[in-house]
């Protein structure tokens, strides 16, 4: 049997062999081209791509969007999905259907629709002005704000379904066997739920964390060239500035700092699973 | 129960209710501006009309773009499905260090920023000499659907009991015969699943395929951003429109045939 199941093994290598080329190595050679010089390795580029001011305020903006739009979709999916594990029949094909069908309009057209609501003269302007809470238009188009929302808007599902797969799962008895061992509401939150739900959160928040700070299309749809991110760097490098070396040095950074989310998650859902 | 819960739980169901809103948004949006009379984008529309669900046919080379897209998403998927399928086997089934890592490798192009992909595969296809578009965009594609399919075959076929494999060799199958007879029905939901999300974003794929195309491969997502930079009118609306009750059609057979919340749940 032993023999077969080496075998079976085998079935993994075209897969893996197809991802190994086409997908890790170019990677590796990026990364490597990035740190190669005219005599050696060298780390000019990152020194340069660091000492520059522009640079690190671009690099702090992308990190800064990133973690607010992974915040914002987790204040929204965690009551949201909470609320979906204890609904039944319609009220919970409207949630399937509301994570679902928003996944078929493309990425392009919902951050359309985003920069629509939010011009000066959109709908989000007209109503605030009509209820008087405003006399102006309110300028969101184009700022920080304006994208968090659109970004989160976007990955929600994404957080919403792992959060919601863990709290379904969670054994229903074990918060009224607290409560009825006479543990406070908030004492059965915060030492049975919440642990509980804690490796969907990971989950969620790691995939969010990383679409977020890659995204390119909500950004320039949403904020334009004001206020670049690294996507839209390393966008601008090689279609428009033809600057393959500087781009390159740019999607370096973005990789590791994508890499490192990977593993952390991956590390910290281990950690959780093994307290379990 | 107490108060605190009642309390709780009447606050879960508030940003429930405000989630689903905020989700069906930018829906709403995209369908009430894709009826209006005006060329530009305006809410509410001044008048109702039809008039770019008839401007349509007349965009020079969307069509060729649905093509290309629906083209691309489709054969990726299809390939994705076979290598999966295999990896995902041997993952469940096989004796061998490092499964883990192998389950987080497969999955993990999903995590990985799309421009930076991209640049990488066009920097590595021109050294090794690859110039032909539409099939460097098929390759990355792969790339793009694989963990999709990887995710949801990898969970379910965890759970598969695969002494049905077993029964069926003793009964005289082939393995591959069993594994086309018994297992892939046995996991339709996750194949429906998986499949589904895959081609989801092998169309809406963006950040990768930018850097493969050419002047004569552009992918739907290209050309409609390419569109709302040269003439942002409405039809892309009407466009998206359809593709919104497509997408509807296709949800309604999926919950009939497999059940939304197992949809979701691999």
């Known amino acids: 049997m032993i023999a077969r199941s080496n075998r079976i093994a085998l079935l993994a290598v075209p897969g893996l062999a197809f991802l190994a080329i086409i997908y890790a190595l170019p990677l590796f050679l990026l990364l490597f081209k990035s740190i190669q010089g005219a005599e050696g390795l060298t780390l000019a580029s990152y020194i340069d791509f660091f000492g520059d001011e522009f640079n690190r305020t671009v690099l702090w903006r992308t990190l800064r969007v990133a973690l607010l739009t992974t915040l914002l979709a987790l204040v929204i999916a965690y009551p949201t999905a909470f609320a979906m594990a204890r609904a039944k029949g319609i009220w919970l094909t409207v949630f399937l259907v509301a994570l679902v069908l928003p996944m078929s309009l493309g990425v392009i057209v919902k951050a359309f629709a985003w920069s629509i609501l939010f011009r000066s003269n959109g709908f989000i302007n007209t109503t605030l002005q009509a209820i008087g809470i405003t006399d102006e238009p309110v300028r969101m188009l184009f700022t920080e704000t304006a994208l968090v929302i659109g970004a989160a808007n976007v990955f929600l599902p994404f957080m919403v379904l792992p959060i919601y797969s863990v709290i379904r799962q969670l054994n229903k008895s074990l918060p009224e066997a607290a409560s009825s061992l006479g543990a406070t509401p908030w004492f059965r939150f915060t030492r049975v739920t919440l642990p509980l739900s804690l490796p969907g959160v990971v989950a969620g928040s790691a995939f969010t964390f990383s679409l977020a700070i890659s995204m390119y299309v909500i950004p320039s749809l949403i904020v334009g060239e004001r206020q670049q991110t690294l996507s839209m760097l390393i966008a601008r490098s090689f279609l428009y500035l033809r600057n393959e070396p500087l781009g390159s040095t740019i999607s370096a950074v973005l990789l590791a700092i994508a890499i490192f989310v990977v593993l952390f998650s991956s590390w910290l859902a281990g950690r959780l699973g093994a307290r379990q | 129960m107490t108060q605190t819960d009642r309390i709780t739980i009447f606050f879960a169901w508030t940003i429930g209710i405000i989630c689903i809103i905020f989700l069906m948004l930018p829906i709403i949006i995209t369908v009430a501006t894709s009826f209006t009379s005006s060329a530009v984008y305006t809410l509410p529309p001044p008048e109702w009309s039809l008039r770019w669900y008839r401007s349509l046919d007349r965009r020079s080379g969307l069509w060729e773009a649905v093509q290309l897209s629906l083209n691309l998403a489709l054969i990726s998927t299809a390939i994705s499905i076979v290598l999966g399928t295999m990896a995902a086997i041997a993952v469940a089934r096989g004796e061998f260090r490092g499964k883990q890592a192998i389950a987080t490798f497969t999955v993990s192009p999903l995590m990985m920023p799309g421009l930076v992909v991209g640049v990488a595969m066009l920097q590595f296809f021109r050294e090794i000499g690859l110039r032909d578009a539409y099939w460097s965009l098929l ?36 393995y591959p015969r069993a594994i086309l007879k018994v297992l892939i029905p046995n996991l339709a939901p996750a194949y429906l699943t998986g499949g589904l999300f895959a081609f989801l974003a092998s169309m809406d794929n963006y950040p990768i395929s930018i850097f493969l195309t050419d002047a004569r491969n552009k992918t739907l997502p290209i050309k409609m951003l390419q569109y709302l930079e040269e003439q942002p009118d409405p039809s892309l609306a009407a466009m998206s429109s359809g593709l919104i009750v497509m997408a509807i059609v296709v949800l309604v057979v999926a919950s009939r045939t497999v059940g939304l919340n197992k949809m979701i749940d691999t």
């Open chain 2, 139 to 174: 390759l990355a594609h792969v790339v793009i659907t694989l963990p999709f399919v990887m995710r949801t075959l990898l969970a379910s076929m965890g759970a598969f009991d695969f002494s049905l494999i077993d029964a069926a060799r003793t009964l005289g199958m082939s």
